[in-house]
T-cell receptor, first 114, second 114 residues
Framework: SQTIHQWPATLVQPVGSPLSLECTVEGTSNPNLYWYRQAAGRGLQLLFYSVGIGQISSEVPQNLSASRPQDRQFILSSKKLLLSDSGFYLC?????????????FGPGTRLTVL | GNSVTQMEGPVTLSEEAFLTINCTYTATGYPSLFWYVQYPGEGLQLLLKATKADDKGSNKGFEATYRKETTSFHLEKGSVQVSDSAVYFCALSPRNSGNTPLVFGKGTRLSVIA
């Protein structure tokens, strides 16, 4: 069966510091992968999605970037964090076969920028 | 374009009360429809889905019927429990969507009090 992991689970970073969040998927190949952010009390904001290695689509221009160095690895980065980058970051992958229309979410990373 | 509108929360109910969370959508063609649930501090989980008109999705006592004529997919439960307290997201996947991410509503927070 497929599983999705996110690391770390929680993170506290100072303003201006770099960021690297990792998402890995097991049990599938060539998945579509997504990064979402959820600010406190707000809905989901799609940040990036990827259909393959090295292919990244950006939905919202900001100081974040994403990379997909391997088929089942999706990384969210920033060179300099802002206070407004605080939130709950969710990675998701798209199902295959009968579940092609579904997205499956990881457990999330809680980021606090101080 | 494609969009999902769901009722604003928060919704506060007493245990064993009847729940309705309204969701309407705009889409070209006939999308697949979903309800996701997010428990505190966790990622999103698929609660139920429907892929064509008049389909009823159901799970854990929740149900929703795909109504093409009213472009709606309202979530209902006859008797809520404290453990149902969570944020509920309505979402759609356009037909023949290829790699397009799901379109989510803004979420509705439900609090059930004993």
């Amino acid at each position: 069966s497929q599983t999705i992991h996110q690391w770390p689970a929680t993170l506290v970073q100072p303003v201006g510091s770099p960021l690297s969040l990792e998402c890995t998927v097991e049990g599938t190949s060539n998945p579509n992968l997504y990064w979402y952010r959820q600010a406190a009390g707000r809905g989901l904001q799609l940040l990036f999605y990827s259909v393959g290695i090295g292919q990244i689509s950006s939905e919202v221009p900001q100081n974040l970037s994403a990379s997909r160095p391997q088929d089942r690895q999706f990384i969210l980065s920033s060179k300099k964090l802002l206070l407004s980058d605080s939130g709950f970051y969710l990675c998701a992958w798209r199902g295959l076969g009968a579940t092609y229309n579904e997205q499956f979410f990881g457990p999330g990373t809680r980021l606090t920028v101080l | 374009g494609n969009s999902v509108t769901q009722m604003e929360g928060p919704v506060t109910l007493s245990e064993e009360a009847f729940l309705t969370i309204n969701c309407t959508y705009t889409a070209t063609g006939y999308p697949s429809l979903f309800w996701y649930v997010q428990y505190p501090g966790e990622g999103l989980q698929l609660l139920l889905k429907a892929t064509k008109a008049d389909d009823k999705g159901s799970n854990k006592g929740f149900e929703a019927t795909y109504r093409k004529e009213t472009t709606s997919f309202h979530l209902e439960k006859g008797s809520v429990q404290v453990s149902d307290s969570a944020v509920y997201f309505c979402a759609l996947s356009p037909r023949n969507s290829g790699n397009t991410p799901l379109v989510f509503g803004k979420g509705t927070r439900l609090s059930v009090i004993a």
